[in-house]
């Protein structure tokens, strides 16, 4: 059966938090439901993900679509899903850098929180 953006959030709340690798991982799957329902809101709202003058790949594409909007609900939705991108992009990335349970807690929330909001604009 397919997953949908929520199964992404629900299997990062789902990972225990008490090794460095699964709160990396819960950051990224947090993260990756984000995405996907951003996506998912885009589509629905007719809002188009690839702006013709962005740089960069189709997750910052998608986000500066969100950042450009006339409704600041949905440029502050896009503000958020660009923090999370880089919460995400640390626990992917900067190796050297720690991730504790706290992060890792507050990004999941943070994202189940912008995953909702996505639903409620």
Known sequence: MPVIYSDF???????????ELSRRSAISRSYYGCYHAAVAFCRFKDISLMPSNEKGGVHQKLIAALQANTDEKIRVAGDQLHRMKLKRSRADYELEVTVGEKEATKVIAACESLVNKFISI
């Open 9 to 19: 959030i629900e299997f990062a709340k789902s990972l225990t938090l008490d090794n």
